[in-house]
């Protein structure tokens, strides 16, 4: 179940993302590549995310699945949600 935020989130991104879940307390989206730059500038300037310090980038190798990588970007935000 997700919590009000997370809604509202994804009604706002429904169109750019693929999956929204929380995760031990983080905030899980999957996208597809081509949307990155809009959503990462969504989380940038958005005043209830204020996502402004990229904190590292991963990329994680997963041999079994036909799409075998995913990058990972985590952030920080100025405010807790």
Do not use: A, G, T
């Not at 730059?37 to 209830?48: A, I, M, R, S, W």
């Not at 995310?49 to 990329?59: A, P, Q, T």
């Not at 699945?65 to 807790?80: E, T």
């Amino acid at each position: 179940m997700l919590n009000p935020f997370l809604k509202s989130l994804y009604q706002i991104l429904k169109q750019n993302v693929n999956r929204i879940y929380l995760s031990y307390s983080e905030l899980i989206i999957e996208i597809d590549h081509k949307k990155l730059n809009e959503v990462l500038l969504f989380f940038k300037n958005h005043e209830n995310c204020l996502y402004k310090l990229l904190v590292d980038i991963v990329i994680i190798d997963l041999p079994q699945n036909k799409k075998r990588f995913s990058i990972v970007y985590n952030l920080c935000s100025l405010i807790q949600i």
